[in-house]
């Protein structure tokens, strides 16, 4: 494993001066991914989304790798296209180098509009490296529900109304989706831990087929936590067990992290705005509900890595 | 070489893109075009193309991949009809305005609703505005041989946008034809090899594409593509001349039947002007001076060269095969009368809309269409504008 | 009469790129809104956007690179494989880099108070 020492001397593909918002997950996320792919060209596909608009401004671009934004639907079709361009190009010798292919979306461009698009990228088997850059809703216009919003979080289109508490739908699994596409590498992680992304992004990089990688990656605007807590907000989402660390290569699912304690999902859930009214006095059923959905979840993940499916004691 | 050969419109379109030999196809079945995808499917599985074929999930993804193949350097192509067109909608626009020479066939059907399989041209008329270049075929000759054409006006360095070829569903794409194929190594040195500009595999030269463009800057690059549309008015009249040293058959934005001293004139695209040219030749023998007009190019507009055409014409009939529903008559009505406008000299043009759905255009339509222009002339009366043929009212 | 100008919204502060200019013709501009220049957006300063800023602590810093790591707008600069600068034309105060460094080695300070430090120098010059 390289030490950032070594890595902070890996040329930057995504320089500052874009406008993503200040202390914005995706920064973080799209320069540890293109840091792992150090020494390849690249060719970066992007979904419509916070990063596409905020890094392509014309005439300002933040990419130093080619970039293409097509839709918002579409980047899992689009990154697929343009490796089967390289495909046919390098066969009759019309490419010089070799090429990597990674496309960014958002959890919106990826677990709802793009899903169909990035199932039949996935599917075709195409040498890429698709990212989901998970901030649970659509940030871009303005914090919608999407099917990666957690249970009881208030969205501008699951608002916490007097009736209705927050989103009532729990998380779509996509992660596991992507592993039912017995594709050679699926893995979901977090920015708290950099080696775990890094692994990842390499692992996905090198892989010759299609591989896909869930981040998660936190919008402070739309989270409603304090900017700088960035990191450790996303550590209480892995250690709640609310994000789990695991992979899947070749079919074989592999738990990347097990927390040591019980920690309960409030301390994820407490420091978000986007929660407070579920700690609102009479409440607590609503935590206890997701608290019930995190444990159950995380049990059939141990059972599919093939770990014992207990709790440690609260 | 040329060889006479029995093909219907899906095969003679499925055999220009083997000659073209792209880099990448990417399409998705819909009747009627499904067969060029099964056709071309064969020609990859047999070697017979070095196409990377991608077998999409959708005519959204069709056009997505295509797109991110042309922009990576590639020569790239899809194939549609109707719903598939309509559901490409979005990033049809997206191709154009990204300037990639994306050649790709569309074998007209009506739209849904009600769901309907046959011809009708409402497919192409939505997408008229798109920014594409669109020309029309009137049998599989001409399909195959705008196809091959389309490549290098696509490609032009001052076009370099999309070509949609459009031939009608059924009627043209699958019945069978006599044409004539020129031989592939003639084909393949008339397309040539393609050479992009900007393209994202160039490992020296990172690109960025697809960027947001605010109202700053958004407007003027509408503009540009305009200019491209223009440009390709001269570029598509050079590729004709050119072509017609390959094969003989010479194409330019209209195709002008009898129109030098007509009195009377048709205007209508793809299969149905053959019918009315056969009308015309009959009612010239009665003693009528009938003409035609076959509008080869729709976008861009070929304004200047029809308003010329039509210059000398008492009473004009658009046949529009597609509704815009505005209640004011079909999309190439409203273009014709516009452009018939300048001249000041009180031409009556009048519209019909026949064929929805596949409704058969028949012989007894166009002798109507004629005689109601005849009238018009004699009387100078236009008593409704906008009327439907071959519908029963 | 004025001439119309579009070009009403903060083009940042940072000098424009070669290839394109606010004032450029149609004709002028690149075709299609590519872009040629790869990476041209560190012309585009977001400085501006800071309202506190990252101030190092030589003495503190233990050159972990943690901050490097985390910073969203690449404005930590690290030189050989050690913590260098602050890239302030870009960095947005965000605060992450200071909330990771595990040594404190970062103070985050208002650009206000900054801005009366350079006056005070200024006066006592
Ligand atoms: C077809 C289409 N529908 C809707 C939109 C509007 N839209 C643009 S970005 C976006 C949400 C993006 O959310 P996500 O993918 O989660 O990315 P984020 O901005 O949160 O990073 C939406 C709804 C669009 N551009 N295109
Ligand atoms: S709204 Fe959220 S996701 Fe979008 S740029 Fe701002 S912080 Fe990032
Ligand atoms: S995080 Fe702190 S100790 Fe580590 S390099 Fe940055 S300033 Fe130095
Ligand atoms: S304050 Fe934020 S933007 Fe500035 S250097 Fe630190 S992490 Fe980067
Ligand atoms: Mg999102």
Redesign the pocket.
Known sequence: MATLKELSKVEERFVGGHRLCAGCG?GITVRMILNAAEGSNVVVGC???????ASTIYPYTAWKCSFIHN???NAGATISGVEAAYKALKKKGKVNGDFKFIAF??????????LQSLSGAMERGHNIVYVC?????????GI?R?S?TPTGADTTTSPAGKVIPGKQQPRKDLTAIMAAHNIPYVAQTAINNWQDVHKKAKKALEVEGPAFINVL?P?PR?WRYNTPDIVEITKLAVETRFWPLFEVENGKWKLNYKPKKYVPIEEFLKPQGRFRHLFKPGNEHLIKAIQEEVDSRWLALLERCGETPELPPR | MKTKVALTGNEAVAQAMKQINPDVVAAYPITPQTEIVQIFSSFVANGEVDTEFVAVESEHSAMSAAIGAAAGGARAMTATSSQGLALMF?VVYIAASLRLPIVFPVVNRALSGPINIHCDHSDAMGLRDSGVIQLFSENAQEAYDNMIQAVRIAEHPDVRLPVMVNMDGFITSHAMDVLEVIDDETVKNFVGTYVPEDYLLDAQNPISMGNFDMYDFYFEHKRQQVEAMKAAKEVIKEVGKEFAKISGREYGLIESYKLDDADVALVVLNSAAGTAKGVADELRAKGIKAGVLKPRVYRPFPQEEIREALKGVKAVAVLDRAETFSTCGGPMFADIRNTLYDLKNDIKVVNYIYGLGGRDLRLEHVQQVFEDLENIRKTGRVDETVKYLGLRE | MTPYNPFNRNFGSGTRTKAVRPDMKWHELTRAGNIYEPGNANTYETGDWRSIRPVWNKERCIHCLFCWRYCPDASVIAKDGKFETFDYKHCKGCGICAKVCPVNAIDMVPEDEIEKVKEANKDEN
């Open positions: 995706h979904a419509t989304g916070c990063l596409e608009v839709a918002f639907e979306g958002g959890d919106g461009g990826t677990y709802d509009i793009g850059l998970d901030n649970e809703a659509y940030m871009n216009t919608q999407s990666a990656s919008c739309g | 979005e």
